[in-house]
């Protein structure tokens, strides 16, 4: 479903219209402004990309990029802005960009290029620290306890018959899936 962009309509007697129908001088820098209609849709998307910029997650909220190919192509554009850059916060193709390293991890939040800057700042402080505190503190260290913690059903193959390796990838499985929900 598309978010609905509404513009206000000029009032009588302002604008281009009442300017040639030999009315009010033509319309100042403020009567050009307009503003969107407020909305709750602020997130175009959010997309996690390793050190090499590569996909490792991607959520997109809207059709500005319909297909698979595009998201990577854009995703690969922005990594290529931001990887050296210092700063937190890119303009891309009519869009802002906010985005946070992490040692071997780039966050990206986009917005609309009239999105406030500050808000997408705060979404992309709440992912990151909701990712970090996920995934670096230690609240168990019995195996069993950590394998239902993270919904895995222990009664169908036991913990002895799984690699490391086995479960390392269905924790990121159920991670991920718990983000895009």
Request: charged share 20%; aromatic share 8%; glycine share 4%.
């Amino acid at each position: 479903m598309q978010r609905p962009e509404a513009w206000p309509r000029p009032h009588p007697g302002e604008g281009a219209s009442a300017a040639q129908a030999g009315g009010a001088a033509p319309p100042t820098r403020a009567t050009e402004m307009r503003f969107q209609e407020p909305s709750l849709y602020t997130i175009k998307a959010v997309f996690i990309l390793d050190n090499d910029g590569r996909r490792l997650l991607a959520k997109y909220y809207d059709d500005t990029f319909p297909s698979t190919k595009e998201q990577m192509v854009f995703e690969k554009n922005v990594f290529n802005k931001t990887s050296r850059a210092e700063s937190e916060i890119a303009f891309l193709g009519g869009m802002t960009i906010v985005y946070k390293s992490s040692i071997d991890l780039l966050l990206y939040v986009v917005g609309s290029s009239s999105e406030n800057e500050l808000m997408l700042m705060s979404v992309l402080a709440c992912l990151f620290d909701s990712l970090s505190h996920i995934l670096s503190v230690i609240l168990e260290s019995d195996p069993q306890q950590v394998i239902q913690k993270v919904n895995f059903r222990t009664d169908d193959v036991g913990l002895t018959e799984q690699s490391v390796a086995q479960v390392l990838q269905s924790a990121k499985e159920q991670i991920k899936w718990s983000l895009l929900k």
